[in-house]
């Protein structure tokens, strides 16, 4: 059984730091897509970041290019998001999902349309 689990959330001051982390089980992470993705209230969900099967390609929201960083450890299945400088308007429930990469080992979409399995996300509260 495919899953995806999210952890990380919290509450921080703008300007500091968080890392979520992606654990997946059922499958390898060698060919699976990885994003993150975030759903603030009222707002669709977004895009933020995506990793390639390969790990050799990622894709950045611009509104958080230079501030998030996404990464992988295949040794744990795990997928991490680094952000930081974090703004009030950062404030969302992140999402993990993942889909089979089909062998295209650059292919990274960052549209939650092109996602099939769904954590059940992690609350990122900015605010001071």
Not at 24 to 43: C, E, H, N
């Amino acid at each position: 059984q495919l899953q995806v689990v999210e952890s990380g959330g919290g509450l921080v001051q703008p300007g500091g730091s968080l890392r979520l982390s992606c654990v997946v089980s059922g499958f390898t992470l060698d060919y699976y897509v990885i994003g993150w993705f975030r759903q603030a209230p009222g707002k669709e969900r977004e895009g933020v970041s995506s990793i390639s099967s390969n790990g050799a390609s990622t894709n950045y929201a611009d509104s958080v290019k230079g501030r998030f960083t996404i990464s992988r450890d295949t040794a744990k299945n795990t997928v991490y998001l680094q952000m930081n400088s974090l703004k009030p308007e950062d404030t969302a429930v992140y999402y993990c999902a993942a889909v089979f990469a089909h062998y295209h080992d650059d292919y990274a979409p960052i549209s939650p349309n092109e996602y099939e399995y769904w954590g059940q996300g992690t609350q990122v509260t900015v605010s001071s």
